[in-house]
């Protein structure tokens, strides 16, 4: 049996701070992105993709912006996308009914939307599927710390982007209440710090104190460091309570220099700051839960960004207010740039969050 551990939640939104955080445009831009999603869904709920995950994402894009299910406007949008991924949860938990090998994003990801569904809604029927999805992320953990693409233990896990998919989705249920065994999380933490390098190419976990002494950043597996795994691993940590990491600070850099180059005024192509829906899901993230001065700093750029590169074509209401989001599609596009448009609201409880230090108390006994 795993030991769980339960951490309290915040159960009330905490507001935009002001305009430095929305403005009218930002404000205008949501609701022409939840527009385009509540008018482009299918009749089942999943927007035309057995992707759960991607369909969680859809689901996530009206939560974050504070529409709950089977309450107000979109209610029946919020509550066809969930009823679509509890229908489709598999016995074992897995929730994934595509390819295989993307067991573990898809499943994380929706993990993640289902738990934050249930910290709004306290939902018995989300509770329950939840249970399973997370006792499956324990079981499938590999030796060191990380996953595999696949639903199934390994000895090792296979890259950084599956760890964050996980951190999302275990995080989440710890915010909406839900217990995480710390013994999962420790193994976590020693996988994502092995994914960093310094500039030099030392090893993050295997030698701390050299490689900290250098820039360098998160990388996808041991190399290609991407600004996607820079921004992941900064969730990672954050998300396990590692504060004051000194690779937080590492990657933030990184962060912030990408964004003065790339977050420049955009047309409205549809194309994302950051080059990608999934390498802006997480860099809006790693600021965010930094905080402080980088959150004032960057954060701007990224929604002006977003507000200037949104698609408008009110002749044409399947491209009016979509984003493109690369591999996943104007699905994926759209649901992430709600979602960064309105972090700023802190309706989700992950938004809400506080640090954990009971966990990080127990991690530290280890």
Known sequence: MLCFLAVSIFTSPLLAEGEWETTPGSERALQKGLEWLARNQGAEGNWGSNNLGLVGMGALAFLSAGYLPGRGRYGNTVQRALNYV??????????????????????GLATFALGQAYGMTSDKKLNQVLDKALKLIANTQAEDGGWDYRARRQGRGHDLSLVVMQAKALRGAMDSGLEVSPEVVGLAIQSVRRYYRSKSGKNGLSNPKAASLEAGQFTYNGNNGTLAMAAAG?????????YGDWRIGKNLDVIQVAIGKNANPATRSGRLPCGDAYTLYYVGQAL?????????????????????SQMLSSGNPSQDGLWQGGHGGALYGTAVGCFI??????YLPILQEGKIDSIVRQLKKK
Request: proline residues 5%; contains cysteine.
């Open 234 to 242: 900064v969730v990672c940590l954050q998300e396990f309570g590692q």
């Open 341 to 346: 448009l309105a972090m700023p609201n802190r």
């Open 288 to 308: 965010y839960q930094v905080g402080g001065k980088r959150w004032k700093e960057s954060y701007p750029k990224l929604r002006d960004f977003l507000v200037a």
């Open 86 to 107: 509890l229908k489709h949860a598999k016995p074992s938990g897995l929730l994934n009914i595509s390819n295989a090998q993307h067991d573990m994003y898809n499943h």
